[in-house]
Antibody, heavy 119, light 107 residues
Framework: QLQLQESGSRLVKPSQTLSLTCAVS??????????WVWIRQPPGKGLEWIGY???????FYNPSLKSRVTISLDGSNNRFSLNLNSVTAADTAVYYC???????????WGQGALVTVSS | DIQMTQSPPSLSASVGDRVTITCQAS??????LNWYQQKPGKAPKLLIY???NLETGVQSRFSGSGSGTDFTFTISSLQPEDIAIYYC?????????FGGGTKVEIK
């Protein structure tokens, strides 16, 4: 069964760049119908879709974050990444990676990574 | 953006009760709606897709219905392990958006 695991810096200083990687195991990232997704959840709050990337490299971002977000994919190493620049305390959240399909289903998800923005 | 409004924000019910959560979209989304369950400290888990289809392996006491702008999620007989926050999610249009969540507790 496909598994996803987030890794990266858990403490980021304001104005710097948040970087996370999602490792995909027990399955392949190949397939034009799948998207590779980032979603975040501020502590005690709801879910916010950040964006996703397809195998083709096509990316779709939430307009609220678009100017600061880059999602990239490394299919040969079964991983994809999130970069969010110019972070502030408002970017403190649990960041989840997930697989999406053409019907907008996000499944499975990684366990999540709490990233704190603080000096 | 399509706004998803869930109600109630929280509810408390007894084991065995029927629990109903509603989700209203700010515009017509056909059946482009999914439901997720998030247990404390865990990632969300897909329960229902396309408004009414039960994800493989999910208990049959969970169900969903609706189309257009109004949707319902039901737990037919609440169990202690159903304590969680439930979210609806639309994918009719980008950006994908989620409802604010409904916290389900045991009375």
């Amino acid at each position: 069964q496909l598994q996803l695991q987030e890794s990266g810096s858990r403490l980021v200083k304001p104005s710097q760049t948040l970087s996370l990687t999602c490792a995909v195991s027990a399955g392949s990232m190949s397939g034009p119908l799948y998207s590779w997704v980032w979603i975040r959840q501020p502590p005690g709050k709801g879910l916010e879709w950040i964006g996703y990337i397809y195998e083709s490299g096509a990316t779709f971002y939430n307009p609220s974050l678009k100017s600061r977000v880059t999602i990239s994919l490394d299919g040969s190493n079964n991983r994809f990444s999130l970069n969010l620049n110019s972070v502030t305390a408002a970017d403190t959240a649990v960041y989840y990676c997930a697989r999406g399909n053409t019907r907008g289903r996000f499944d499975p998800w990684g366990q999540g990574a709490l990233v704190t923005v603080s000096s | 953006d399509i706004q998803m409004t869930q109600s109630p924000p929280s509810l408390s019910a007894s084991v065995g009760d029927r629990v109903t959560i509603t989700c209203q979209a700010s515009q017509v989304i056909s059946n482009y709606l999914n439901w997720y369950q998030q247990k404390p400290g865990k990632a969300p888990k897909l329960l229902i897709y396309d408004a009414s289809n039960l994800e493989t392996g999910v208990q049959s006491r969970f169900s969903g219905s609706g189309s257009g702008t109004d949707f319902t999620f039901t737990i037919s007989s609440l169990q202690p392990e159903d304590i969680a926050i439930y979210y609806c999610q639309q994918y009719k249009a980008l950006p994908v958006t989620f409802g604010g969540g409904t916290k389900v507790e045991i009375k």
